[in-house]
């Protein structure tokens, strides 16, 4: 996000110290709220000390943070600290948003793979029910090799085809599911640094995974040619003769 100055005041004590707001962490994952600074930053404002309760630990290159963790605990234990690794705190709180994914995941690749399976099925029957269309371009001329290549490209082409179009419908079911979070949605007036109301607007920004959906293509064009590439091999097969005579 784009640095943000605000200036925070005391009411009591009149005086005013200005922040920038570098990020915006969301409170359900952090699970907490307000403005988190260092205590120097907010010296001039007249705040009443109060004493820290919350401290952050950052280990060692080459130290797990589990056993940091646990030994901090060990150390301190007569005043009763608790200490938590912060990467789990946040796998914690995103973990049904994961979870959905992982989902939603799980089923494009079943009907990839369905899909793959359709084409290579439909290729197969094409070779028996195309053969006398084989003799025939075999008669004019066609090499075994343009064959085989000719059944390729045509199922390469069904799948690049139906890739092209489930992307962009996913894309857009995407933006839409996006679209309509209450958190896009909402403009709820908080109150600004200055005592007046202003519209919150949550900083979400819409992203494309590109190279993820690059490598699923991939693979499924790749699955697709190992799937046809046996009916392709069986239709190059086809002697002429015996294809201008079958009915």
Do not use: C
Not at 186 to 200: H, K, R, V
């Amino acid at each position: 996000m784009v640095p943000t100055p605000v200036w925070l005041a005391d009411p009591r004590a009149g005086r005013a110290v200005r922040l920038t707001i570098i990020g915006v962490v969301d409170r359900r994952a952090f699970n907490t709220y307000g403005i988190m600074t260092a205590a120097r930053n907010v010296a001039g404002a007249g705040f009443p000390r109060v004493s820290p309760t919350l401290y952050y630990f950052t280990a060692a290159p080459g130290v797990d943070s589990h056993l940091a963790a646990r030994r901090v605990e060990a150390a301190y234990l007569p005043h009763g600290m608790q200490a938590i690794v912060m990467a789990e705190e946040l796998d914690d709180g995103l973990s049904p948003k994961q979870a959905l994914s992982y989902v939603l995941e799980g089923f494009m690749s079943l009907t990839l793979l369905m899909g793959v399976v359709a084409l290579g099925l439909i290729a197969g029957r094409a070779v028996v029910e195309r053969r006398h269309a084989v003799g025939t371009m075999r008669a004019l001329g066609y090499t075994r090799r343009m064959v085989g290549l000719a059944f390729l490209a045509e199922a390469l082409f069904t799948a690049a085809l139906g890739l092209a179009i489930g992307g962009a419908l996913g894309v857009i079911l995407s933006k839409n599911l996006f679209d309509a979070n209450f958190l896009e949605q909402n403009m709820a007036l908080a109150p600004s640094a200055l005592g007046t109301f202003m519209p919150y607007t949550p900083l979400l920004t819409f992203a494309i995974p590109w190279p993820v959906l690059a490598i699923i293509d991939a693979s499924a064009l790749l699955a697709t040619l190992l799937a046809t590439i046996l009916p392709a091999w069986q239709a190059s097969r086809i002697p002429p003769a015996q294809a201008l005579r079958y009915e």
